[in-house]
């Protein structure tokens, strides 16, 4: 008897105890006889007494036992009522909601057909209807597309039968007295559902669903019935499979009467005062209990809808304790087997409990690891789906170079990705990293001019995959990869590669675009799968890299053509405005000089000299590419004529590197030929013992120029370049009596086409100018 709530001492006297956190048998009653045996060895004076004590202690445990099996049995019997009468509440409560949700559905579509019979009247008049054979028609297709509708009834409002669905024409008939009809004369009466009727055309019993129709103007017109066939409820009610005993009915809740009920017909309800007590309690569902005809019954109910109609289930008492009687039966015989089993079955069940613990719980780690391994198959597919897509639409080498390392590196769970390309320099082809991924920058900076080792060799010569456990240890590279003499090992500051796996990238051409290159710093990483991924990964980039360089070689013959069309414009607008800029400049000349002399000789002598002066500028621009001019190199050419003496030390020219624009250089040569001239003229190299300097320097104005605005510009600060003009060893300067035209010249060249600045001294030693130009971009 060691079961139930005497659990402690039946474990103890069956022998179950806990060894090592777990249930084992123990012989108990065994060891408690050998302590016996021994106190009788030991004291034979008292066998006597012992006995005595353990007979009374086995009659106490029988005694408790008994009471044990007593309570228990008592205990089983309660829990089984209680349980039988939760049971039916559950079932009668759940078969009330799923009747009343079909009947719900019933009333509904019933409902549905009426709005659809009262359609069809549409603009007729009660006269036209009741001689409409389309509107019979319609009427009969309604009531054959709803199995549990015997016919439709359109009443005027008088009550009188203007169109069935029964016959045509109409059989005269007046419907004013039936409750279907009265119920909706008064209007917002919705649905009506009326009692059980013989009909008086058809012969069946049936109960009436009723709507109004109204008029345009919202008044009473008439009433579109439908009877419903109540053997449609019970032939439903028929296929649920109910418990013994248990009865289903739908009550009017107006008169309290049954519609329909199964198994027996019934159409009068025999527990109304309770019913009702029940419906003041909930109006909507609820349990009640009742006695009737055939004893105490059990009953749950359910309201349809909104209607004012309620499906009743019921169960009675005696099916209840016929249950009950079954279940103590079917325990009863085995509650004697089952006490003396229960010490076997436990250690069993126990045992059986761990092997099925074990069997599931390896069950639950295959399956985990198969869920797991799944998982990341649809990762890598939908990562290897995504890659494609992207590197497909993708125009861009950098891009597509990006996106295959991760995607490789992704795809193959590798620590480390790069893309190698072939370079060709003037030593050949050298390898060259484009992009690496999962390492620093200073990892990229120590590996972007790899050694051409033999381990690249098959890849980038022979176009093989090559796929190694450990690279360091690998025969066919092993001392091979480092380029000391001890061989062996990873340069310094090199990734901690052992697992290596190489793909090359090759175009459909066969040229080799480069390699994937894949590493780990642990050994055995990739296998099979990893290098058919990143096999498939390298022919979507060739395939990408193929389009790409397509497109960049379009892209770059475009442009190209289009440079070479704007520069042709450009230089077509440069050659107009430089000829209208050489005409005006040489009007201007000619102008000047016409009113600075006093002859044609001395005219043409200067004028010619002017043009010259022109000319060698013009040279300087058109000699040069980008159209522009070196300061140093038109000084030079105004001024190389008079440096005649040995070693030319006559005249110096001390300053940086300027290049003019050919808006400046211009002007600018014209003003140094006038300067050039008065010195031959009037100046130091008008002497042989004449010494000019010439130094510039480039200034640059930290300020930036304000706006229109006052607003300060965002622009780099202007440029100037300060010139200062020294003559030295000529004779005395002679007081001017008025500015000449090389001083008028000068000062409209530097001041209004240069937009510069410049002062002059005279002192004993000769002219001195200090001239400050801005240098245009």
């Known amino acids: 008897m060691c079961g139930g709530q005497a659990v402690e001492t039946a474990d103890t006297l069956c022998g179950i105890a806990l060894v090592n956190g777990e249930r084992v048998w123990r012989p108990v009653l065994l060891d408690r006889e050998d302590k016996i045996a021994q106190r009788a060895s030991a004291g034979a004076d008292r066998p006597v007494q012992s006995s005595s004590r353990f007979a009374r202690a086995l009659g106490i445990f029988s005694i408790c036992g008994l009471c044990c099996v007593l309570f228990l049995t008592g205990l089983f019997a309660r829990v089984s009522w209680l349980q039988i009468v939760d049971r039916t509440q559950s079932e009668t409560a759940n078969t009330a909601f799923f009747v009343s949700e079909h009947a719900e559905q ?109 008029d345009a103007a919202g008044g009473f017109e008439g009433v579109a019935i439908a009877t419903v066939n109540i053997d449609y409820f019970n032939d439903f009610w028929t296929r649920l499979t109910l418990a013994p005993g248990m009865r289903v009915s739908l009550v009017r809740k107006d008169d309290m009467s049954i519609l329909a009920s199964y198994p027996t017909r019934s159409q009068l309800l025999n527990d109304v005062a309770s019913f009702s007590a029940a419906l003041v309690r909930n109006p909507q569902h609820g349990l009640y209990s009742f006695h009737s005809s055939d004893g105490d019954r059990f009953g749950s109910y359910r309201r349809v809808a909104s209607l004012p109609i309620f499906i009743r289930v019921t169960q009675s008492q005696s099916a209840m304790m016929n249950d009950w009687v079954e279940a103590m039966l079917a325990y009863a015989p085995f509650s004697v087997i089952g006490l003396v089993a229960l010490g076997v079955l436990t250690v069993f069940a126990r045992r059986l409990g761990r092997s099925e613990e074990r069997s599931r719980r390896a069950l639950n780690e295959a399956v985990a690891a198969r869920t797991a391994e799944l998982a990341e198959q649809t990762r890598l597919l939908d990562k290897l789906n995504a890659t494609g897509r992207l590197i497909a639409a993708e125009l861009d080498g950098e891009a597509v170079v990006n996106a295959v390392v991760g995607a490789a590196r992704d795809l193959s769970g590798a620590a480390y990705g790069a893309f190698f390309y072939l370079k060709t320099g003037p030593g050949g082809e050298r390898l060259r990293l484009h992009v690496l991924s999962g390492a620093s920058a200073a990892d990229f900076a120590a590996l972007a001019d790899p050694r051409d080792t033999e381990i690249f060799a098959p890849t980038f010569n022979q176009r093989k995959i090559v796929r190694s456990d450990d690279i360091l240890r690998d025969p066919r590279y092993g001392g091979k990869i480092v380029g000391d003499a001890a061989g062996g090992g990873m340069p310094a500051g090199h990734l901690p590669v052992r697992s290596y796996l190489a793909v090359p990238v090759v175009s459909r051409s066969g040229e080799v675009h480069g390699a994937i290159l894949l590493g780990h710093p642990e050994t055995g990483q990739f296998r099979e799968r990893q290098e058919q991924l990143a096999v498939g990964v390298a022919a979507q ?21 289009k440079r070479a069309e704007e520069r042709q414009k450009l230089l077509i607008r440069e050659l107009n405005h430089r000829v209208k800029n050489v005409l005006a400049t040489v009007k201007a000349v000619l102008r000047l000089t016409g009113r600075s002399t006093d002859s044609v000789k001395d005219f043409v002598e200067i004028f010619s000299a002017r043009i010259n002066s022109l000319a060698m500028t013009h040279t300087t621009l058109t000699d040069s590419v980008r159209q522009t001019a070196d300061l140093r190199t038109i000084l030079r050419n105004e001024l190389a004529p008079y440096d005649e003496l040995e070693p030319r030390q006559r005249i110096s020219l001390e300053g940086p590197a300027v290049t003019l624009s050919s808006e400046t250089a211009v002007p600018f040569g014209m003003a140094v030929h006038e300067l050039t001239t008065n010195a031959v003229k009037h100046g130091a190299l008008s002497a042989p ?89």
């Open 106 to 214: 019933i009333f509904k579509v019933a409902d549905l057909a009426l709005g659809k019979a009262a359609a069809t009247l549409g603009e007729r008049t009660w006269d036209e209807a009741q001689g409409s054979r389309q509107l019979f028609e319609r009427l009969r297709a309604i009531r054959d597309d709803i199995p549990y509708i015997t016919d439709l009834w359109l009443l005027d409002a008088a009550g009188d039968l203007r169109q069935t669905s029964f016959a045509f024409p109409a059989p005269k008939s007046h419907a004013g007295d039936r409750s279907a009809f009265k119920a909706q004369v008064q209007q917002g009466r919705g649905l009506f559902v009326g009692e059980v009727t013989i009909g008086r055309v058809s012969g069946l019993e049936t109960f009436m669903v009723s709507r109004r129709i109204d």
């Open 541 to 561: 980039a060739a395939v990408a890299l193929d389009n790409a360089r397509l497109y960049e070689a379009a892209q770059t013959e475009i442009e190209g053509r």
């Open 689 to 777: 013992a004449g010494r000019l300097s010439v130094e510039w320097r480039i200034l640059a104005d930290p300020t930036p120029a304000a706006g229109a605005d006052g607003q300060t510009s965002d622009e780099r600060p202007s440029r100037h370049v300060q010139l200062t003009w020294i003559e030295s060893g000529g004779p005395p300067p002679e007081p001017a009596a008025q500015p000449g035209f090389g001083t008028e010249l000068l000062d409209r060249v530097v001041r209004m086409q240069l937009q510069g600045e410049y002062d002059t001294s005279r002192g004993v030693e000769g002219l001195r100018l200090s001239m400050r130009i801005p240098l245009t971009a």
